[in-house]
Nanobody, 121 residues
Framework: QVQLVESGGGLVQAGGSLRLSCVAS????????MAWYRQAPGKQLELVAE???????HYANSVKGRFTISTDSAKNTVYLQMNNLNPEDPAEYYC???????????????WGQGTQVTVSS
């Protein structure tokens, strides 16, 4: 069974840093894209950062210069390094992955369970 397990969330002071991790396991041949989303209470789901198969990355304007998405292909892991966190960043953060279970297989999509990020002010 393919699943994503997230970790790294928690409480941090404004201006502090956190690194989120998302580990994929199961029958995965390769991925097409990995991304981080977040959802604050009462707000819509927001795309924070994404990285493609060719290692190009994109960020929401609100996190540019502060957040960095990266991958470790050997470990099937995607990270989100969050620096200079501010009181507008608290949310539930979700990992999302487009992958294939076999060579030339159909694209699949899976979500992580979410990890909470809280910023004190």
């Amino acid at each position: 069974q393919v699943q994503l397990v997230e970790s790294g969330g928690g409480l941090v002071q404004a201006g502090g840093s956190l690194r989120l991790s998302c580990v994929a396991s199961g029958n995965i041949f390769g991925f097409d894209a990995m991304a981080w989303y977040r959802q604050a209470p009462g707000k819509q789901l927001e795309l924070v950062a994404e990285i493609t198969r060719i290692r190009t990355s994109h960020y929401a304007n609100s996190v540019k210069g502060r957040f960095t998405i990266s991958t470790d292909s050997a470990k099937n892991t995607v990270y989100l390094q969050m620096n200079n966190l501010n009181p507008e960043d608290p949310a539930e953060y979700y990992c999302n992955v487009d992958y294939r279970a076999r060579r030339l297989g159909v694209p699949r999509n899976i979500w992580g369970q979410g990890t909470q990020v809280t910023v004190s002010s």
